[in-house]
Every structure is written in structure tokens, then in C-alpha cells.
């Protein structure tokens, strides 16, 4: 009788590991199915990042090339405002020394004109005198 119990405790035994062999293989089936479902999501994911990767880098170049673009224009309106610049400066230049001109030539005629006060009477009396000998002439000779 030991004999018979020992055996069917033994097969008892192999069939319960069994049974849980078989309950563990559909634990593991229903995991990996849910393993290749994410596998296609993560497929899907991976897709959606490289396309966003692609446009980033499109994105990217385009900035550059703006950048460069912009950069380019922004030297041409650089150097047009230092030619203007320069050019301002000169007329700047040329503005002042025709100033100190005007100043000389004005300081000359306001010097010039303290001293014509006196020339001026005389130039006048005769211009007067020259005036009235020719209306004489004119007269005696009508």
C-alpha cells in the first residue's frame, strides 16, 4: 500500500507542475502578444520620430540658409551705411570749412565795412560833384 500511494502522489505531483506548466505557457503566450502589439506600436513610434527627425533637420537647414541669407543682407546695408557714413562725414567736412569761409569772408566785409565809412563820403562827394559838372555841361551847352 505505500507503494501505490507513492505512486500516485508522484503522478499527482507531475500533474499539478503540469497543469501549472501549461497555466505559466499561456501567461507567457498572452505576455508575448502583447509584446509583439507594443513591438508594432514601438515600430510606429520609432517611424513617427525618424519623420520628425527628418523634418527637424529639414527645418534646420532652412534656418541656416536664412541665417546666411540674412547675414549677407545685413553686411551689404552695413557697408552701404559706413559708405554713407563716410559720405556724410565729408560733406560734414566740407560744410565746416565752408563755415569758416562765410565766418572769414563776413569777419573781412564787418571789418571792412568800419573802414568804408569814412572812404565812402569822399567817393560819394565825388560822385556828386562829377553828377553836377555834367549836368552844368549839359545845361550850358543846351
Given amino acids: 500500500m505505500f507503494g501505490l500511494p507513492l505512486g500516485l502522489f508522484v503522478e499527482s505531483a507531475v500533474a499539478i507542475l503540469l497543469a501549472l506548466t501549461i497555466g505559466y505557457c499561456i ?3 498572452h505576455r508575448l502578444k502583447m ?3 507594443d513591438k508594432d506600436v514601438m515600430r510606429q513610434m520609432v517611424a513617427d520620430l525618424v519623420g520628425a527627425t527628418n523634418l527637424a533637420n529639414q527645418a534646420i537647414k532652412e534656418l541656416k ?3 546666411v541669407e540674412a547675414d549677407l543682407s545685413l553686411n551689404s546695408r552695413l557697408e552701404e551705411a559706413e559708405r554713407f557714413g563716410i559720405e556724410l562725414a565729408n560733406h560734414v ?4 570749412v565752408l563755415m569758416e569761409r562765410i565766418a572769414r569772408i563776413t569777419s573781412v566785409a564787418r571789418h571792412s565795412q568800419a573802414i568804408e ?7 560819394v562827394k565825388s560822385a556828386l560833384e562829377q553828377l553836377q559838372t555834367r549836368v552844368r555841361t549839359r545845361g550850358a551847352a543846351a
Fill in 27 to 29: 501567461v507567457l503566450n
Fill in 93 to 96: 567736412n566740407a560744410g565746416s
Fill in 117 to 123: 565809412p569814412v572812404e565812402q563820403p569822399n567817393k
Fill in 35 to 37: 509584446l509583439h502589439a
Fill in 65 to 67: 540658409q536664412t541665417a
